[in-house]
Every structure is written in C-alpha cells, then in structure tokens.
C-alpha cells in the first residue's frame, strides 16, 4: 500500500500492509542535557484526517499545541512514554529511545498491526513494521507521533522550570546552549541531569 505521505522531495513510502492500524512511532529528547527522552506513537483514523500535520520542529510552539489537541480527538489510537534520565544513563541514549518507543506502542489502547517509525532504525518491538528516514517530514502518523512527543516534553520543560528557572529551561528546553551550559557550569547538576552527557559528566568530575 502506497501511504498518502506529506507533500516533500522524498520518494514516495511503500508499506507492505493493507490495513489501517498503522502506527506512526516518533520521539523527541535524544540531544538534551537533562530530563527524560519521551515517545509516542498514534494511529490515525483515515476517515478523520488532520490538516497540517508535519515535523515538530517546524511548527511554533502554538501550533504544536493546537494540533496536539486535534490529534488527541481525531486519532484512533495514541500513546505517550518515556526513558528516564537514569535509564537513559544505564542504557545509553540509543537503547534508551527504543525503550521509550516500546513503551508508548505497548501503551497504545488499540495494538497496532503495523509500524511507522521515524529514523533508520527499529526499536525491536514484536511488531512488524519499516523504519522511514524524515518519517516525520513523510508521513502524517509519524507527524503526529512527533508533535505529541515534543509538546509533552516541552511540557515537563516548563515544570522543570518553575522549579529551577534559574537554568533557562523554559528557553532552551535542556538542550546544550551556551545559556544551559553556563547555568550547568555555575549551579552544578541537578538530579534530573543525564550523568552520562560529556557536560554533565564533566561539571560531576569537577573539571
């Protein structure tokens, strides 16, 4: 089955399933210093279908949050998991995702036949499924799994921040801005750090 894919300069995705309960599987969080890497995974409704659905990283904070809520209501299925900062230390950011990506397909409330997942990559789920590079860019599910992943860890950003907000991470969203790494330098880690991240390790070691 050819997926009606979004417009984009990538050849068309060709899904070796006939069915509807596609689940596009997305995560945010790999590159951040701090917090838990979180996934989702969604599958559409093909007679409900969304406009404007595209990468997270594309879209503005308002619109993120507009379609989050849109997804929300139209989808048949969606789920939202994470790997914690100490998982993400034991296991290495890598493992560490695809645990995230299980969690939030196991969590689906209708399973999923199929997988759509964002990168090069598996997870290692039971389920069959391709991996699509630029998923997010290439098809809707995937799109929608990407902006509930963002908006639910931008969202623990800005609880991290209220705690914190002399870190900035309602600005920088714990990536390693030359703000964050400031912040880390003066103020030291806190828990929620990932001890593994060479700043991090780096600021624990005293160096």
Not at 24 to 32: A, C, K, L
Not at 135 to 141: C, E, F, K, Q, S
Not at 164 to 182: D, N, Q, S, V
Request: with cysteine; aromatic share 4%; charged share 25%.
């Amino acid at each position: 089955m050819s997926s009606k894919s979004l417009p984009s300069l990538w050849p068309e995705i060709i899904i070796e399933y006939e069915g509807h309960l596609i689940a596009g599987v997305d995560e945010v969080g790999r590159g951040p210093l701090v917090g838990s890497v979180v996934a989702a995974a969604v599958i559409l409704d093909p007679g409900s279908p969304i406009d404007g659905l595209t990468d997270s990283k594309c879209l503005s904070a308002a619109r993120r949050e507009a379609l989050d809520l849109r997804i929300r209501e139209r989808a048949l299925a969606f789920s939202i998991a994470e790997a914690s900062p100490r998982e993400i230390d034991s296991l290495n950011i890598y493992h560490a995702t695809h645990l995230a990506m299980r969690r939030a397909i196991d969590a689906l409330p209708t399973p999923a036949e199929y997988l759509l997942v964002d990168g090069n990559r598996l997870p290692g789920h039971a389920c069959p499924g391709q991996a699509v590079v630029k998923g997010d860019l290439r098809h809707p599910a995937i799109s929608a799994a990407s902006i509930l992943a963002k908006v639910a860890r931008d969202a623990q950003m800005l609880a991290l921040d209220a705690r914190h907000p002399e870190y900035g991470f309602r600005r920088h969203k714990g990536y390693p801005t030359p703000e964050h790494l400031a912040a880390l330098a003066r103020l030291g880690p806190l828990t929620e750090h990932r001890s593994s991240f060479a700043p991090v390790r780096a600021r624990l070691a005293g160096v």
